[in-house]
């Protein structure tokens, strides 16, 4: 696997056990050095895996914005000879276009993961109307 995209369920957050596991996969990815995209637009239930995963691997990081809707990529690369973890993140919000965000693959290749294009797209495939 050389990169990985998580796309957040009610179930990864309604039980310590489920977050536990959800956290557990994402810190195993960015361990062997796998890009990664977390989306978590989970309505019903305010855990925070961003958070969560920044305790597991003892990494500082800026919060998410207070409305707990998120997407978020991480790459790990080696500054000083240390590893180190490049963080984007954004703020989602019902009713305003999905970013775009980076998924480093491994070897130092980078592709746009254009989440609002994504989204309309599988809207139409499943000739549903997207949510304005």
């Known amino acids: 696997m050389i990169g990985a995209i998580e796309l957040v369920s009610p179930a990864n957050k309604d039980r310590a056990e489920h977050r536990q596991a959800f956290v557990s996969k ?11 995209v977390v989306v978590d637009i989970v309505t019903e239930r305010r855990a925070n895996l961003h958070d969560e995963l920044m305790g597991r691997l003892r990494t500082t990081a800026e919060p998410v914005a207070p409305s707990h809707f998120y997407a978020s990529a991480y790459r790990v690369v080696e500054r000083d000879k240390q590893p180190c973890l490049d963080i984007w993140q954004e703020s989602l919000s019902v009713g305003h276009p999905l970013p775009t965000l980076p998924l480093w693959l491994r070897g130092n290749w980078c592709l746009p993961v254009e989440l609002n294009d994504t989204y309309e797209h599988t ?10």
Request: overall charge positive.
């Open 26 to 36: 994402c810190e195993t990815y960015l361990r062997q050095g796998i890009g990664l």
């Open 123 to 132: 809207c139409r495939g499943l000739k549903i109307s997207p949510v304005a």
